[in-house]
Every structure is written in structure tokens, then in C-alpha cells.
């Protein structure tokens, strides 16, 4: 809630900075792996056949 927030001096924040870049190197890491893992699933999904839920959906396109 808005009314925890507090203002703290530069001086008491201690390693807030090293921890806030350590936590955004870790985090650009597992957005780039996921996109490489997304990346295969796309791959993979064009190479191989339509799941079930879609390929009922084609058909019935395919039919009217």
C-alpha cells in the first residue's frame, strides 16, 4: 500500500544498487531464455501438425 512508502537517505540504502543491477542482469538473462525457448516452440509448432483444437477449427472452415 501507498501508505508503507517512505523516502530513505542515499546514505541508508547500502548495496540497494548492486542488488537492484545484480536483479536486472537476472531478469534480462531469463527474458532472453525465454524468448529462445519461445522461439523453438514456434519452430517446432510450424514443422509439426496443427494441435487438435485448431485442426477442428480448420475443418470446419474447410467445409463451409
Known amino acids: 500500500m501507498a ?3 517512505i523516502w530513505e537517505k ?3 540504502l547500502g548495496n540497494a544498487r548492486k542488488v537492484m543491477k545484480e536483479f536486472e542482469r537476472r531478469m534480462s538473462t531469463e527474458v532472453r531464455r525465454q524468448e529462445k ?3 523453438m516452440e514456434e519452430k517446432n ?3 509439426g ?3 487438435g483444437k485448431y485442426m477442428v477449427k ?3 472452415v474447410l467445409q463451409t
Do not use: G, I, V, W
Open 49 to 51: 501438425e496443427l494441435p
Open 10 to 12: 542515499e546514505e541508508n
Open 45 to 47: 509448432f510450424r514443422r
Open 37 to 39: 525457448l519461445n522461439m
Open 58 to 60: 480448420m475443418l470446419y
Open 3 to 5: 501508505k508503507h512508502n
